[in-house]
């Protein structure tokens, strides 16, 4: 798999946005940009993916650059709640697909 | 819609005791997974089953890890023997879509988290 680079921590103040950064320079052609979390004591929880397009849902947006080498996770509205690891994950299509493999994320500290 | 179920949620053993983790998945989910995550790491992968066949288990220490999922539903982890180093949170996932679906997401259940003393 593809290998990613985040930020090992980052701050936020509650009710500002948030933008994630990750770094995905050998990504190939195929291979899906996925974000997941990770609250305390639980597991990880999916946010968005994407392949090539921006991408929204109720939770976050996911802005993937032209040459998708990097990519974006922007939550609009940081509350206490997302204080989280957030994952980012390169997914292939392979033989033995849907794998992922996560890196050690980014801490994201929420402040009021 | 009920998430992954993963019991017991916490259990302490002594070195070289044995130790089973059960999982059971969203209903009609095919695909199963085991991950192992030590403190400050990222989750890792042990072993994947497509129904009840194993798809890839080539990070399961298979001297002292095992895992079953008889009839395609519930899963079992195993360690025997087991080391201080496997201390850690072992979580279960499923999807609903198999191989070849790069864009299929995983729901992970709560862990159970180990610790040998």
């Known amino acids: 798999d593809a290998k990613t680079t985040q930020p090992n921590s980052m701050e936020s103040n509650e009710e500002e946005p948030v933008h994630l950064p990750c770094n995905h320079s050998t990504i190939s052609g195929t291979d899906y940009i996925h974000w997941y979390r990770q609250l305390p004591s639980q597991g990880p929880e999916y946010v968005i993916h994407g392949l090539t397009s921006n991408v929204n849902n109720r939770m976050a947006s996911l802005a993937i650059a032209e040459d998708r080498k990097s990519s974006t996770l922007i939550l609009h509205r940081a509350t206490l709640r997302d204080a989280a690891v957030y994952y980012c994950i390169l997914r292939g299509v392979t033989g033995g697909g849907n794998k992922l493999t996560f890196g050690t994320g980014t801490q994201l500290k929420v402040e009021l | 819609e009920a998430g992954v179920a993963q019991s017991p949620r916490y259990k302490i053993i002594e070195k070289r005791q044995s130790v089973a983790f059960w999982c059971n998945p969203i209903?009609?989910?095919?695909?199963l997974y085991w991950y192992q995550q030590i403190l400050g790491q990222g989750p890792k992968l042990l072993i994947q089953?497509?129904?009840?066949?194993?798809?890839?288990d080539s990070q399961l220490p298979k001297d002292r890890f095992s895992a079953e999922r008889l009839k395609g539903v519930d899963s079992t982890l195993k360690i025997q023997p087991a080391k201080l180093e496997d201390s850690a949170v072992y979580l279960c996932a499923s999807s609903s879509l198999g191989a070849l679906r790069g864009g299929s997401e995983q729901y992970f259940g709560p862990g159970t988290r180990l610790t040998v003393t």
């Open positions: 089953f497509q129904n009840n066949g194993v798809v890839d």
């Open positions: 209903s009609g989910h095919a695909t």
